[in-house]
Each structure stands twice: as C-alpha cells, then as structure tokens.
C-alpha cells in the first residue's frame, strides 16, 4: 500500500472541499455530494463502482475468490471546519486497499463503505447511516430533526434519494454480506497516543454516547438597574452546571468524559440579562450502565 498516495488523495480531497477554517462536508449537502462524485471518479478510475444501499451508506466491491468479506470503513462526512483526516482517512486507505488488487485476485472479497451522516453535524444525530444498517435505528427518534436553517431530515435524505422510512433496509442488505471482519482506519481525535508517546493503538471498545439539551430559563432585566440580589440569571446558574459535568466525568474514572459543546444565550446582548440559556451536554463511555 502506498501511503504516498493515500496523503496524496487525502490533501486533493481537502483541497476541493475546505476552506482555510476546515472540512466543509455535511452531510446532505453539496459539498459532501461533491466530496462523494469526487470519489466515484477514483474508483471509476479503477473500473469499480458504488452502490448505495437504503440509507445511503455508499458500497464498493471488489470480489475475491471467497465471499468471505473484509469490510473496510470510513466516511466522507465532516463536521463544520473539520480535521482533513477526520473519517476520510479510512475510505481513502481502503481505496488504496482496493487498488492493490485490481490487477490480482484477493483471496477474501473486499468492500469498501462511507457510510452517510457518520458526524451528525447538521442534525444533532450521529451515526445515521451506520445505525440504520446494523438496525439500532429508531426512526421515530429522528423523523422530527431540524438543521439550523429549518430544513427537515427527511427532507434532506430525500433530495438525496433516501426514504426514512425505507432506511432499515439496510440492515438486510448488510446481513447478506458474509463478512469476516470489519476494519475501519482513524486518526486519533485527541492527545493520548502522543502523550503516552506510541505511533498507533488498536481499538478496545466503542464508547456510548449520550446528548442532552438543557433549557433554563430566567429573567431578562437591564443590566444597570438591577441589583444583584435581585438577579435571576439562568448564564450563572448555567455555568454551575457547566463545572458540574466536567466533576462528574473527572468524579468516574478516566475513560469517561462530558463536554458542554453549545451554549445559546438570549437575548444575548452586552447589556441585558439573559432570560434565556440552552446548552448541550455530551457523556461519552464505553459501559452503558455508566451513561444510564
């Protein structure tokens, strides 16, 4: 495999769809749909194509002289100002995988999946696609979504030829492949493999994920006139909050973590009170009981 050219593409890719703050590659929207034509030219280049399965997780497959398949993962989908390694690291090492062996036979079929909406960016939901094909998705759960602009989840899959409730087919689709392992190529998205000083690590477990949002709800005054004693400020109070979660995960054990990554206030001027705080809140472990 030719690392060379695995930067090689990872850099082209970056270059057509970021910009100087990052990845611009949502999922469902242009740029992304952009990311993945750019792609389908790679493989065509290749003489392979994709197909897309019920929830819109793209699939490559280069058959071997077993249908025992390796499935190689990634996914071309990005957070706003993404890393440029972040989830295209793995599709891109698995195309270069695959272009191994064009000119010879593997002895174990190869597939290749970018799976669709992996981040959840655009509607707070994360891992849509790959949930919909190991059949964990509850599609009630995500057919009210909105993105900040207004426009609906479902909307959106549709403009891209997925129909929600259509989208547990994958879960079929991807039980009739006779897979024998699942490999999947990350960066690390945080500092620990270069604190404890070591080039690579291998995965030991999955964490869970739970998110909340948090509305507390106050008294907007003017700042000047309003004593303090008097102030019901639901920022302050927030921000209490705030150092609560970080104790609790510092409070459990050093694999789990909690992030308060979005805070809205209103009216949010200089000189009024907040009447109004929403924030999220993000727990992250490996043991369900612990997020339960």
């Not at 990052?22 to 197909?51: C, H, M």
């Amino acid at each position: 495999m030719s690392a060379h050219d695995v930067i090689a593409n990872l850099k082209e890719l970056a270059t057509r769809t970021a910009t100087p703050d990052g990845a611009q590659r949502l999922a469902w929207g242009p740029v992304w749909r952009d990311a993945r034509e750019w792609f389908n030219g790679k493989l065509a280049s290749i003489g392979l194509e994709p197909t897309l399965d019920a929830a819109g997780n793209s699939w490559v497959t280069l058959p071997g002289q077993s249908d025992r398949a390796v499935i190689i993962g990634g996914h071309l989908d990005s957070v706003p100002n993404g890393g440029w390694l972040d989830g295209s690291l793995g599709v891109l090492a698995a195309f270069e995988a695959l272009r191994m062996f064009t000119h010879h036979r593997p002895r174990l079929t190869l597939k290749l999946v970018d799976w669709a909406d992996e981040e959840g960016a655009r509607f707070s939901r994360s891992l849509l696609g790959s949930s919909a094909a190991s059949g964990s998705l509850k599609l009630d759960d995500v057919r009210h979504l909105v993105d900040k602009d207004g426009t609906r989840l479902v909307d959106a899959l549709r403009e891209n030829g997925v129909v929600l409730d259509r989208m547990l087919d994958a879960h079929d689709q991807l039980r009739a492949v006779n897979a024998a392992a699942y490999l999947e190529l990350h960066i690390e998205q945080g500092p620990a493999l270069e604190d404890a000083n070591q080039p690579v690590g291998v995965v030991g477990g999955i964490v869970g994920i739970t998110w909340i949002e948090v509305t507390i709800t106050g008294q907007s005054d003017h700042a000047g006139p309003s004593p303090m004693r008097l102030r019901r400020d639901p920022l302050v109070a927030a921000s209490e909050i705030f150092q609560g979660v970080e104790r609790i995960a510092i409070m459990e054990d050093e694999i789990a973590v909690a992030t308060v990554g979005r805070v809205s206030v209103e009216p949010n001027v200089i000189n009024t009170i907040p009447g109004t705080v929403v924030f999220s809140v993000d727990f992250r472990h490996p043991d369900g009981e612990v997020l339960a």
